[in-house]
């Protein structure tokens, strides 16, 4: 059996547990689901968990990324090819919709496939039909398409770069998962699932948790690589402090962040008195200040907003950074 069968779906954001309802409800169709959703938001995963509920659970679940191959060799991955059809054809070679026969087929990142393509899959949707590469005979297959995409399709459409009809097929269901940033009530939970299971990979007897803090830096960060980003960052969280008994509290969400990242030293803010007129004199103070303040921002950025890290970044003592902070009004809370 796949083992993907065995992975568990975390969530219990109502967003989040609403999905899993419908994928229980249009598990049971035999109809064509897409489902949409940003990078790392579980994709693959609510596929997977859509064939294992649907009465085809026992048979084939194939899965092919569109986005991966060219356009000739996805054509023979899809649909398979003769012995003989193209130079090195020395055999038959059966397609991913002939081995997913009474299955389904996963299509994932569907919006990068061409018009020729597109229209081949159509044709199967609609009739179970289709020839292999460089042969006449037509075949029959009976496979359920789950495609999923991070595009917007029905845009796509509107500008001719997908097949409206073939969206339109494709669409008796359309599943949309919200970003992980839009189901706040999830992160902890998964963050947990995770590190857990990181700690068992590690041979750790258990997991002492995660501290206040990092709870907190966990809950407030945007999470644009969704699930996949939190599930690298806790991984990443529990390898480094191995060793360690107390709960987790460092967090690092940027595993390239360095000073001595090349491209990344901090600039000298752009002098740009060239494109003013003389009549538009500058003070020296006001260019001081002004760079200061970029500076400070920007390290304050980079740090997370952390004080006592931005203070080390900059070379500093924490209360001369304070000083600075308060001189230039950029503190938002009143606190000392
Ligand atoms: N609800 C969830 N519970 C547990 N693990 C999850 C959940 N959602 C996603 N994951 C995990 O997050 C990672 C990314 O999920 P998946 O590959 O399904 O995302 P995707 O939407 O297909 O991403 P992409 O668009 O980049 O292909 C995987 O390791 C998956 O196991
Ligand atoms: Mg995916």
Redesign the pocket.
């Known amino acids: 059996m796949d083992r993907q069968q065995e ?5 219990e954001a109502p967003v ?1 547990l609403e999905i899993l309802e419908r994928v229980s409800r249009v598990a049971q169709l035999n109809r064509p689901v897409l489902i949409i ?11 997977a968990r859509i064939h294992y509920l649907s009465p085809r659970w026992d048979r084939p679940f194939v899965k092919l990324n569109c986005a991966a191959l060219a356009e000739s060799l996805l054509e023979t991955e899809l649909f398979g090819h003769e012995a003989g059809s193209f130079t090195g054809a020395t055999r038959r070679r059966l397609g991913r919709f002939e081995l997913a026969n009474e299955g389904s087929l996963f299509l ?2 569907l919006a990068n496939t061409s018009d020729r393509v597109q229209e081949k899959v159509l044709r199967v949707i609609e009739y179970g039909e289709l020839e292999r590469v460089g042969g006449n005979d037509t075949i029959r297959t009976d496979v359920r398409i789950i495609g ?1 995409t ?1 595009e917007d399709l029905p845009a796509l459409a509107e500008q001719g770069r997908f097949r409206a009809d073939l969206l339109d097929r494709l669409a008796f269901d359309v599943i949309t ?1 919200p970003p992980l940033r839009e189901r706040q009530e ?1 992160i902890l939970p ?1 963050a947990e ?2 590190a857990v299971k990181m700690s068992g990979e590690l041979g750790l007897e258990l997991f002492a948790g995660f501290s206040e803090s990092a709870r907190d830096l966990l809950l407030e960060y945007a999470w644009p690589g ?3 980003e ?2 690298n960052v806790v991984e990443r969280a529990v390898y480094t402090s191995l060793g360690e008994d107390d709960p987790i509290s460092e967090i690092n969400f940027d595993p390239f962040d360095s000073p001595w990242r090349p491209g990344n030293a901090p600039e000298a803010a752009e002098i740009s008195l060239t494109d003013r007129s003389p009549q538009e004199p500058y003070g020296f103070k006001e260019y001081i200040q002004e760079m200061e303040i970029e500076l400070l921002q920007a390290a304050l950025q980079r740090c997370r907003f952390n004080q006592k890290k931005t203070a080390e970044f900059l070379g500093m003592t924490y209360h001369q950074l304070r000083g600075y902070l308060r001189k230039y009004e950029l503190t938002d809370s009143e606190e000392d």
């Open positions: 992975q568990p779906l975390i969530g989040f959703g940003e990078r790392g938001t579980g994709k693959e995963l609510i596929a994932d990142e999923a991070n998962l999830d998964l699932h995770f969704n699930v996949r939190l599930k």
